[in-house]
Every structure is written in structure tokens, then in C-alpha cells.
């Protein structure tokens, strides 16, 4: 089975950084990849990761370890409209994602 | 323009009564996804389907069923069998294992 972990909320100040980690523990890995969910809509897809490393889009950074079965996906330069939930999933051996429950961003002005 | 069309977005099922939520992508995609989402609870997948005419169950089949007759078309009939149904839908697709899903608007499914 696969278990992940994400912290159910935070909260963040319009124009900071803010850091939302995700801890995984799955047999076997293929994948992880990141969502923004905007409250009553479609999830969208921002990033994925395979290797180790950082992969860096716009405001946007998502990093993994695989050897330590963690994530995180960075936001810079915070908006207001970054308010969301951000889903952490991960693909592991039978190639079909699981979900985490995903965190609740609140920026404030 | 290409996407995932899931209708009706709002939908209320009546005690013992089944109900189908429709999931139409023109994407061409192979795999399709049915994920019910509860507050607080993130994405469970219900049913999943790799390639036409065949599908598997998910985590939380029980309640549940599905067909996939065409590329397209991947419907989800709640059925009575399922007690607590009261959940927001989301169908999702994607042509390969890394890629990531697209997602449905959603269908928001209450008790009458």
C-alpha cells in the first residue's frame, strides 16, 4: 500500500515564500506529481517529479528525494489568488496515482 | 478544444435509487479515472480503466459501478448499494503512466 503525508493547512502572507512538504512511503516509486485545487473546481496539474532534484516553473518549484520519501512544492512571490488546496500524488508500482489529503494554502494580505 | 466534459454538475439521488454520472473525454487518452473527494479526505479512487472494454476496481469500489464501451466515454452509476454517496465526482485522463491527469469539472452529488 502507499501512505502519504501533507500538512492539512497553512497560512502565508501575500508576497512571501511558502514551503508545503509531502512525505511518502509506497512499493515501488514512478512518479510524484503536484496539483492546485481551487475550492469547487477541477484540480490542475503544476508539476512532477521522477529523479532527485529540484525542477523549477515560474513562481512554482517542486523537489524530491527519493530516499527519504519527500517532497515539497515551493511558491514564491505569493498572491492572493494562490489560495488553493495542494495535492501531493504519488505513483508507485502498479503506475496508478494515490492521493494525499491535500493542504489548505490561506494567503492573507 | 480538447478536454473532459463531466455532466450534470449538480445531481440528487433519491433513497434506492441508482444514478449515472456522465465522463466524456475527446483528449484521446487511454486511461480514465473516477476519484470521489470528501472534505478533508483528498482524491479516492473509485474505478480505473487502462483501454477499452476492460476496467479495475479502486479502493472504494463497493457501491459502484462502470463501463468503458468507448474511448471516450467512462460512466460511473452509483448505485443503491452505495450509503453514503453524498460527494463531490471527479473523472480524470492521461495518455501515459508519467503524465499527469486532467481533470472534469465535477459532478456534486447530495441525498434528496
Known amino acids: 500500500g502507499q501512505n502519504i503525508d501533507q500538512p492539512t493547512e497553512m497560512t502565508a502572507t501575500e508576497g512571501a515564500i511558502v514551503q508545503i512538504n509531502c512525505t511518502y512511503q509506497?512499493?515501488?516509486?514512478?512518479?510524484l506529481f503536484w496539483y492546485q485545487q481551487h475550492a469547487g473546481e477541477a484540480p490542475t496539474f503544476l508539476s512532477y517529479?521522477?529523479?532527485?532534484g529540484l525542477e523549477e516553473k515560474g513562481r512554482f518549484s517542486s523537489f524530491l528525494s527519493r530516499s527519504k520519501g519527500y517532497s515539497y512544492l515551493l511558491l514564491k512571490e505569493l498572491q492572493m489568488k494562490d489560495s488553493a488546496s495542494y495535492l501531493c500524488?504519488?505513483?508507485?508500482?502498479?503506475?496508478?496515482?494515490?492521493f494525499g489529503r491535500g493542504t489548505s494554502l490561506i494567503v492573507h494580505p | 478544444d480538447g478536454g473532459i466534459t463531466q455532466s450534470p454538475k449538480y445531481l440528487f439521488r433519491k433513497e434506492g435509487q441508482n444514478v449515472t454520472l456522465s465522463c466524456e473525454q475527446n483528449?484521446?487518452?487511454?486511461?480514465m479515472y473516477w476519484y470521489r473527494q470528501d472534505p478533508g479526505q483528498g482524491l479516492r479512487l473509485i474505478y480505473y480503466?487502462?483501454?477499452?472494454?476492460?476496467?479495475q476496481k479502486g479502493d472504494i469500489a463497493e457501491g459502484y459501478s462502470v463501463s468503458r464501451e468507448k474511448k471516450e466515454s467512462f460512466p460511473l452509476t452509483v448505485t443503491s448499494a452505495q450509503k453514503n454517496p453524498t460527494a463531490f465526482y471527479l473523472c480524470?485522463?492521461?495518455?501515459?503512466?508519467?503524465?499527469?491527469?486532467?481533470f472534469g469539472d465535477g459532478t456534486r452529488l447530495s441525498i434528496l
Open positions: 480503466s487502462q483501454i477499452v472494454n476492460d476496467f
Open positions: 500524488a504519488v505513483t508507485g508500482g502498479s503506475y496508478i496515482p494515490t
Open positions: 509506497t512499493s515501488g516509486f514512478n512518479g
Open positions: 517529479n521522477v529523479l532527485d
Open positions: 483528449l484521446n487518452h487511454d486511461a
Open positions: 480524470a485522463s492521461r495518455t501515459g503512466s508519467y503524465q499527469p491527469q486532467h
